[in-house]
T-cell receptor, first 111, second 116 residues
């Protein structure tokens, strides 16, 4: 079955690193994604990783993929108050265009 | 392009009434998704279309829910009759599935539905 799981909340201090974790079930996923949702808005793509990669870095963002354990993480370096949002992990399921999202992790950044 | 456009942004209706949510995807995109977001259940995929054809509607909760895509630039999600437990934010998203591409999904601003 399709399932993407995340922890619901994370609180960090400004300037610290944040690590948001996600587990998924579909081993045939080709792409895995991180989306960000700010209050009252739709989701926006932050970054993605192809399933044959272990790591992808994009400025303050680092994505790590452990395909054996079906574990994905997003690290935000030097977290800022503007990073406060809900972060969703998603997988592209099987061969189609279907995107399955986790429940979202609410990141709270304290000054 | 203006992005994915949803209307209305907010809808308040009485239980038993019919509700129609509308979506205009990004021009040229061949996938369209309807999601529902609630505090309890997170973001759930209700149905998605490819080239205007419904591919998977297994997420549609009940027969009260129906979705159509009469052409490439318009889709509707209808709830009839509506119930208080349908209160949620409904998102439409579209994507273009290129060969070998990541197929980023672009989301609309959502419709906040309140059924009283």
């Amino acid at each position: 079955g399709e399932d993407v799981e995340q922890s619901l909340f994370l609180s960090v201090r400004e300037g610290d690193s944040s690590v948001i974790n996600c587990t998924y079930t579909d081993s045939s996923s080709t792409y895995l994604y991180w989306y960000k949702q700010e209050p009252g808005a739709g989701l926006q793509l932050l970054t993605y990783i192809f399933s044959n990669m272990d790591m992808k870095q994009d400025q303050r963002l680092t994505v790590l993929l452990n395909k054996k354990d079906k574990h994905l993480s997003l690290r935000i370096a030097d977290t800022q108050t503007g990073d406060s949002a809900i972060y969703f992990c998603a997988e592209k399921y099987n061969q189609g265009g279907k995107l399955i999202f986790g429940q979202g992790t609410e990141l709270s950044v304290k000054p | 392009d203006a992005g994915v456009i949803q209307s209305p942004r907010h809808e308040v209706t009485e239980m038993g009434q019919e509700v129609t949510l509308r979506c205009k995807p990004i021009s040229g995109h061949d996938y369209l998704f309807w999601y529902r977001q609630t505090m309890m259940r997170g973001l759930e995929l209700l149905i998605y279309f490819n080239n205007n054809v419904p591919i998977d509607d297994s997420g549609m909760p009940e027969d009260r829910f129906s979705a159509k895509m009469p052409n490439a630039s318009f889709s509707t999600l209808k709830i009839q009759p509506s119930e208080p437990r349908d209160s949620a934010v409904y998102f439409c998203a579209s994507s273009l599935r290129g060969v070998g591409g990541a197929a980023e999904a672009f989301f609309g601003q959502g419709t906040r539905l309140t059924v009283v």
